[in-house]
């Protein structure tokens, strides 16, 4: 779930742009190797660890983002808080926390680890496939979200009521039923059984 630049926004010495990489892995998670982002996204898929966040308000409402219009996939859909790949060697959980930061402005009050999910979900529109191992996180935010609207179009804080409603009416991405079905009894524990999740 692409959520940065096919290359990376800090040159090396002669001023070159370097490609981002992510970290290969195999179906048990161990790291394999390394590719270019976006030759592991070309079919039929490299099967790499990318990461997912869910953060929610103090009203227990669901803090989700359409994409930005000129992401080259899955532009202007409407997604979870928060997703993209760790840097090789980089831990999931310092990717999710640093990307949150990145593309919203804000640092979770609380973030936990809610368990992986592998999956294999062709974009038609693009032509580039998510193979990936996903790590779930959940947790919390109390600041305003700042979206950079070079990632994020829009944002907005969802009831299960109101996520259900969008979801029919509105194009989501890919991965996000994936990710949410794997979240939900975390995120059931962190809002309670009031919240309806």
Known sequence: MPTTPVTAPSSSPNG??????????DEDGNTIGTAEKLAAHQPPGQLHRAFSVFLFDEQGRL???RRALGKYHSPGVWSNTCCG?????EAPFAAAARRTYEELGISPTLLAEAGTVRYNHPDPASGLVEQEYNHVFVGLVQATPRPDPAEIHDTAFVTPAELDERHGAAPFSAWFMSVLDTARPAIQELTGSAGGW
């Open 85 to 89: 790949h760790p840097y090789p060697d």
């Open 63 to 65: 803090l989700i983002q």
């Open 16 to 25: 070159v742009q370097e490609a981002i990489m992510l970290e290969l892995v």
